[in-house]
């Protein structure tokens, strides 16, 4: 009965030996692949949805897979579970691959993703007036570096990511330039070292993340999000351009192959249980990413706080 | 001959002099027709090529079949080929072996303890090259497991004792076929030149659909990206076996198999070598790309690390694959100097005393793993670490050096970097193609020209032309300024013997240091931009030029040298009118070896958020569009075999000029 530290994710979760509480005969021995990703939050949700799966008998392996591209291993059956789709980035992949009926939707995590323009709080005093957006129009200086003066410079998300910034610099028009970061770890690099300097910066910021917790700033508040925004020009401030608002909330999704529920009906029935909020993703996320706790570790310690959460999605 | 040089050099500058005008006027001048398609390429000429690539791969991955088999079905049975010996040696090392699945499993063998894997590389470095291999490889895997990342690297290490052999007897295999063959040898030249140039991003999707998530599609993709290489020095080697070698060998009556395996194999054995050796540290390069898709180890290690601004733990991680490149490296080159061995006539028991020790030592690691737990997993608590060090430099650069930096940076993008990105952008698509066929043509003849014509001809249907600009744009600075620093270094380093061992570290160290972890501390610095990336393209790719230039001179006749000191010369004269000129070739090499790493660092400066094709493979990949990966990466490749082609014809130019001199 020993504990091996596994270093590595992609290691098979089926190492630590726990024979004699298996609650019930699962329906299948074989693994349910999980799928991880490339940041903290995404691990540990995949993480504590394996260790609850486990405690309930079944099998898991925690898979390392592309965001996007892990879509092709769940339509074949190579993978079996996605658990954080965000409705902001991974919409038109979990619509086209739903579409397919191999894949299908578990239902959402109970995380709702957020993601606006962001800016560090010593910001507030050289551009009187923000959070709100208007306080924008007067600040161009204020955020612009050699490059982009007299306009101030964001810094946006990876092209892949969207988010329709350029239109919106446009739409309301802002005194901005978009600029944009090919990783979210060239993003929070430079707002790190922005913020060490306490230079100025207004960048892509997403939420659950640690960077909020981190340090302190605030989301600017453009108009809410409305569907019409999007797609009516007529809508908002600007009567000729859509694109005149906030960016959309959006759930996060769980994702899975179809041929989950026949194989193992019990661990779908979990899967869809399955719900945590931002609050307590964000604390375990700060903990992993800043404290610099292992994501093991971090897990460990929710389950033991939180049984009677995760008792529950086992029934 | 007066009259043929006054021509050449009319015919350049009006090339030059035509391209600036248009550059600078092409808007104008094309309003001014009314050819608004000539500056910017009309999308309705778009040839679409992606969706017919994407189609046929849909095609190839759902229903090809070859038979009753599916054509997925014949990868998968690749793929469980490959994972079997993967999955042993991972218990073997990492996690141990157990009977059942998952819960269920009953623990039969923990994986082997550190000590014996320590011990095993300093007993193989004392066989293979004494005393101080011995303590070089022992030292680097005892960094592995002081620094807390013996798991990751032993994950790692597997995929590399999986990759290698692979790449070098697959490699070899085609080597062999290549040089009996003359057919084979023409198919797999373009072959080659497309593995080794296509960014790893433009195929990573369908590796994944054809050999399903994990391990396995990580070193398919590493050994389609380290086996060129191999082959081509495998032939090379086969090639420049002595004629009167081979004339023994036929004499003595072998047949064609026999004097394959006992004759020309053995004595091109020294040359293949050297492809071991670049299998290697190409597959230590991909460790991190493979981590992005289930390699898992110390790639992983480094990409979370980075991913929470760690900045120390991602050098540590870092640096581990940069002593486990150098400790197999090492240990390689001496495998190939050491050549094989008599048998000397004591008993085999005396001759495998080393190995035979070993064993015992393997064998008794697993009782006192279990008397010691230390043994099994080292302590945390004794493990080292670099802390907050790394992190703390970064900050104290960035706070203290910043203004500096910062009006550095300004300096490079007004006077160099915008100017020319801006000239480059300027120049229409269609005087492009007139251009790229006109150099080379000018420089390797009316075959070339007509391949770079059809070359450009793609990239300009595919829609790409600006990108590919931003693309030359963005590798010519670097690889201009690469060898304006290299190129000195280098010939510093080949006249020093010591400065000649400390460059060979840096430069083992740059080559293998993934370049992710310096790529977060430059964006730290330099913000997200083209400078950020030109930095980090300019640090790898000065490593050949550095590379070459000091083989060049090291490899000037010393006899010239005598004779250029009797007649006379001064320090100055000896390098200008002797050794540079004799090294010139060795140089030149360097230049193509430079321009190749650059085009190669594009896909990593994506990630930085440059708008080239590097970006537009990335794009594709992310999107899991498949045909545009493989169009964008067919230009890069197309960019890269140009410049190819171009420098090797100047070289062949060259030398042929100075043979018919003298």
């Known amino acids: 009965m020993r504990k091996m530290l596994l270093a590595s994710v992609a290691l098979v979760l089926a190492q630590a030996v726990t024979v004699g509480d298996l609650r019930a005969e699962v329906e299948s021995p074989d693994p349910i692949r999980l799928t991880t990703h490339d940041w903290s939050g995404q691990v540990i949700s995949a993480t504590i949805m394996s260790e609850v799966l486990r405690k309930a008998g079944y099998n898991t392996e925690l898979v390392q897979a592309d965001y996007l591209a892990q879509f092709a291993g769940l339509k074949t059956g190579d993978l079996h579970l996605a658990m954080e789709i965000w409705a902001t980035t991974g919409t038109d992949a979990l619509e086209e691959a739903t579409a397919t009926g191999n894949v299908v939707n578990f239902g959402e995590t109970g995380m709702i993703a957020r993601e606006e323009w962001w800016y560090p709080a010593y910001m507030e005093e050289r551009c009187p007036g923000l959070p709100d957006w208007r306080a924008l129009l007067d600040c161009g200086e204020a955020f612009s570096t050699v490059e982009t003066a007299p306009n101030g410079r964001y810094l946006g998300g990876p092209v892949t990511w969207g988010g329709y910034d350029e239109e919106r610099v446009e739409a309301l028009g802002l005194p901005f330039e978009v600029v944009h970061a090919g990783t979210d770890a060239a993003l929070f690099a430079e707002l790190q070292a922005a913020y060490e300097r306490q230079d100025p910066i207004i960048l892509w910021i997403y939420e659950p993340h640690w960077a909020p917790a981190k340090y302190a700033g605030r989301f600017i508040e453009f108009p809410p999000y409305d569907p019409a925004c999007y797609s009516d020009p007529a809508w908002g401030e600007n009567p000729d351009m859509a694109y005149d608002c906030g960016k959309p909330l959006g759930p ?64 | ?24 006027n092409g808007k104008e001048i094309s309003q001014a027709l009314g050819w608004t398609w000539a500056t910017r390429y009309p999308q309705a000429w778009q040839l679409n090529l992606d969706r017919q690539i994407s189609a046929a791969l849909k095609w190839l991955l759902e229903e090809a079949s070859l038979g009753p088999f599916r054509f997925r ?62 303590v070089l490889a022992a030292a680097a895997f005892l960094y592995l497991l002081l620094f807390g990342l013996w798991q990751s690297a032993m994950v790692t290490l597997v995929s590399v004792a999986i990759a290698v052999p692979l790449g070098v007897l697959g490699g070899a295999a085609l080597g062999v076929a290549a040089f009996r063959l003359r057919w084979v040898d023409r198919a797999l030249r373009p072959v080659l030149d497309l593995m080794q140039t296509v960014p790893v991003f433009a195929y990573l999707v369908p590796i994944l659909i054809l050999f399903g998530f994990g391990p396995v599609a990580a070193l398919v993709a590493t050994v389609i990206y380290a086996m060129p290489p191999m082959v081509r020095i495998t032939t090379m080697g086969l090639r420049s076996v002595p004629d009167e070698v081979v004339e023994a060998g036929r004499m003595a009556g072998c047949t064609a198999r026999q004097l394959l395996w006992k004759v020309q194999l053995p004595s091109a054995r020294r040359v293949m070598m050297v492809g071991v050796n670049q299998v290697i540290m190409l597959t230590l390069n991909m460790v991190i790309i493979a981590s ?49 061995q008599e048998p000397g006539d004591r008993h085999w028991l005396w001759r495998n005393r080393g190995l035979l020790a070993w064993l015992a030592v393997v064998v008794a690691s ?68 007139v251009l790229a066929a006109a150099i080379a043509g000018g420089i390797g003849g009316w075959r070339l020209g ?70 977060i501390p430059v964006v730290m610095l330099f913000r997200v931009g083209d400078f950020s990336a030109m930095i980090a393209v300019v640090l790898y790719a000065v490593v050949p030029a550095i590379r070459y230039a000091a083989m060049g001179i090291r490899g000037v006749d010393p006899q010239l040298v005598e004779a250029g000191i009797v007649s006379g010369c001064t320090r100055g004269q000896l390098m200008r009118k002797v050794k540079l000129p004799l090294a010139m070739p060795s140089i030149l090499l360097g ?48 960019i890269a075999i140009m410049s190819d082609r171009i420098i090797t014809a100047a070289i062949a130019r060259r030398t042929a000029a100075r043979e018919s001199h003298a």
Not at chain 2, 600 to 607: D, E, G, K, R, W
């Open chain 1, 252 to 315: 996060i999704w769980k994702a899975g192959w179809a041929g989950l529920e026949g194989k193992w009906p019990g661990a779908a029935k979990i899967i869809r249980n399955f719900s945590i909020t931002n609050d307590e993703m964000g604390a375990m996320v700060y903990k992993a990413d800043v404290e610099g706790v292992s994501i093991d570790t971090v897990v460990a310690e929710w389950m033991a706080a939180n049984e009677a959460t995760w008792q529950a999605w086992l029934n």
């Open chain 2, 292 to 340: 992005m898709i289930g390699a898992g180890g110390l790639g992983y290690d480094v990409l979370t690390a980075l991913r929470k601004l760690d900045v120390g733990r991602g050098v540590e991680a870092g640096f581990g694959i940069v002593v486990l490149a150098i400790a197999l490296d090492r240990l390689s080159q001496a495998a190939a100097a050491l050549g094989p």
């Open chain 2, 591 to 638: 230049l193509n070896q430079t321009i190749m790493l650059a085009l190669s660092m594009l896909v990593i400066t994506a990630l930085v958020g440059t708008r080239d094709l590097g970006q537009e493979v990335y794009i594709a990949l992310t999107k899991a569009n498949a045909g545009k990966g493989i169009v964008a990466g067919l230009a890069v490749a197309f």
């Open chain 2, 1 to 24: 001959m007066i009259r043929a040089r006054a021509a050449r050099w009319a015919f350049w500058l009006g090339l030059a002099a035509i391209t600036a005008v248009l550059s600078l």
């Open chain 2, 450 to 519: 007509l391949m770079a014509l059809a070359m450009t001809g793609f990239i300009v249907s595919a829609g790409l032309w600006p990108q590919a600009m931003v693309t030359v744009y963005l590798c010519g600075v670097s690889v201009v300024i690469a060898m304006l620093i290299g190129v000195p270094i280098g010939i510093l380093a080949g006249q020093n013997d010591r400065a000649h061992a400390a460059v060979t570290v840096v430069l083992d160290t740059l080559q293998t240091l993934p370049s992710f972890v310096y790529l």
């Open chain 2, 366 to 433: 697993y009782p006192l793993a279990l008397i010691f737990p230390a043994l099994a997993v080292y302590p945390e608590g004794w493990q080292l670490s670099t802390g907050g060090f790394w992190g703390a430099v970064v900050s104290w650069i960035n706070l203290n050096l910043y203004d500096q930096i910062e009006a550095a940076k300004v300096a490079a993008l007004t006077y160099v970097l915008v100017p020319v990105k801006t000239f480059l952008l300027g120049i229409p698509w269609a005087w492009g193609l």
């Open chain 2, 73 to 134: 079905d014949v990868t998968r049975l690749i793929s469980a080929l490959i994972e079997a010996p993967y999955t042993l040696l991972r218990g073997l090392v990492v996690e141990g072996f157990a009977w059942g699945q998952g819960q269920q499993a009953v623990p039969i063998l923990p994986p082997m303890s550190w000590l014996p894997v320590i011990l095993g590389a300093g007993l193989l470095g004392l066989r293979l090259g004494g005393a101080r291999l011995a």
